[in-house]
């Protein structure tokens, strides 16, 4: 299939709701793209979009909220990892709300997931086309994986980290992978910067195996305002239609307000709709799969 319009999405933890919103508005109106890359949440969110399941994280937080198993500080205690990883991309993928493998497979819509090597401090990137159901599981919890908050996810010998890390907004490889135009789906509002990395000692002494996750935190503010500046630069040119909150999202990473985390998806929804006639100006008739 050809890739003419592909579907970029920002990570950021539970402000990932706000682009679930939006994806329910595309599902909706039964807008396919035909290409999706994220990172961290982006790419969850991106696997859901494509199997077709509305709201499924947004469910998933309201379920699992206060139990430990989701987010706790006994998970980071007793597993390192302050969420349940094995409890989110086992328990609930397979049980308690099942991703739709079927009607992912079944369609044509590729899946790219970043996912940040601890070797490099570079990201590597995931196709669905290249893996099989687990291997999908895995690369989607590398991607989520929190430097400090997470333990390294192994794939084939390699350590990974979250792919937000190292490739916040994924556009540049969208690009690379011949998509023409890109719909950016971004957590943050206009104007935001990042502010630079100051835990370099702890980090060095957490990851004094791998000194290339340190260095890619440190330069992860710089990357992600050029990121910022070349978005603006695509949205000139009509490359490009970036979607923004419209106001900051103020949510803890892990939040435990469920009013803000509704209110966050029903911004992102009804931004959706507001915005839902540029998004077919933009695409076309290239949507469809």
Do not use: W
């Not at 333990?151 to 084939?156: R, T």
């Amino acid at each position: 299939m050809e890739r003419k319009v592909g579907l970029v999405l920002e990570g950021g933890g539970f402000r990932g709701v706000f682009t679930e919103g939006i994806l329910e508005c595309l599902l909706e109106e039964e807008i396919y793209l035909p290409y999706v890359i994220g990172v961290s949440m982006g790419a969850i969110n991106g696997g859901n979009y494509i199997s077709r399941q509305k709201k499924r994280n947004y469910d998933i937080m309201m379920t699992y909220l206060n139990d430990h198993r989701y987010v706790s500080m006994k998970n980071m205690i007793t597993k390192g990892s302050l969420f349940g990883m094995d409890f989110l991309f086992k328990d609930v993928a397979y049980e308690l709300n099942p991703f739709d493998f079927n009607t992912f497979r079944q369609s044509n819509q590729e899946l790219v997931i970043g996912a940040m090597s601890c070797h490099s401090g570079l990201t590597d990137y995931f196709y669905k086309s290249e893996m099989d159901d687990p291997s999908l599981l895995m690369a989607l919890r590398a991607s989520s994986s929190l430097p400090f908050l997470s333990q390294k996810v192994s794939i084939k010998g390699v350590q990974y980290l979250d792919g937000g890390v190292s490739d916040s907004i994924p556009v540049r490889q969208a690009l690379a992978d011949g998509c023409e135009k890109v719909i950016v789906i971004l957590t943050r509002h206009q104007g935001y910067e990042r502010k630079p990395f100051t835990y370099e000692k702890i980090g060095n002494l957490m990851y004094r195996a791998h000194p290339a996750v340190v260095q890619a935190m440190k330069r992860r503010h710089v990357y992600y305002k050029e990121t910022t500046e070349y978005l603006e630069k695509l949205e000139e040119e009509g490359v490009a239609l970036v979607i923004r909150p419209p106001k900051p999202i103020l949510l803890e990473r892990a939040e435990k307000d469920r009013e803000k985390i509704r209110a966050t998806y029903l911004m992102g929804y009804n931004y959706g709709k507001e915005v839902m006639d540029q998004i077919k100006s933009f695409t076309g008739n290239l949507v469809q799969t």
